[in-house]
């Protein structure tokens, strides 16, 4: 996922307060949503992602 995409899904998730499956949706549907994304084609569909929890900084 690239770093405007995970932008674009956070100032909806954020000002929209959608849930995850409303977004993925809207990603899915939404057709300003996808030109926002940049996709004008409609091609890529968006499944669910688990972002990876930040490992801990090391002191030292």
């Known amino acids: ?14 000002n929209f307060k959608y849930d995850y499956d409303r977004i993925q949706e809207s990603a899915n549907n939404d ?4 030109q926002l994304l940049g996709d004008v084609t409609f091609v890529d569909i968006y499944t669910n992602i688990t972002i990876p929890a930040a490992e801990p900084a090391q002191g030292g």
């Open 1 to 14: 996922m690239k770093k405007w995409e995970i932008v674009v899904f956070g100032v909806v998730h954020l």
């Open 31 to 34: 057709k300003t949503i996808r």
